[in-house]
């Protein structure tokens, strides 16, 4: 599904405009980001939860020549999906 038939879904089934689908969706999705960068774990019951996960500075290897690449530190956006959900999507 891209963005443009996400906005579209939304907005019909809350019988909405696309322009308030869409800012709705953006304010959405700047809130999570800018919680979770602050460490906090946003958690939608049903749904799942996204927190952040640090990865720490590690040596890798470059696949053509094999020489050791310095890959730096990073912090990555974790989901983690409900019981619910899981059940929903299996099935049960």
Known sequence: ?????????????ANVSKADAERTIGAFFDTVV??????AKVSWPGFGSFSTSQRAA??????????PVQIAASTAMKFSASSTLKANLNGK
Not at 34 to 39: E, S, Y
Not at 58 to 67: K, L, S, V
Request: charged share 25%; glycine share 14%; aromatic share 0%.
């Open 1 to 13: 599904m891209t963005k443009s038939e996400l906005i579209d879904a939304v907005a019909s089934a």
């Open 34 to 39: 800018a919680n979770t960068k602050g460490g």
């Open 58 to 67: 590690r040596t890798g290897r470059n696949p053509r020549t094999g020489a």
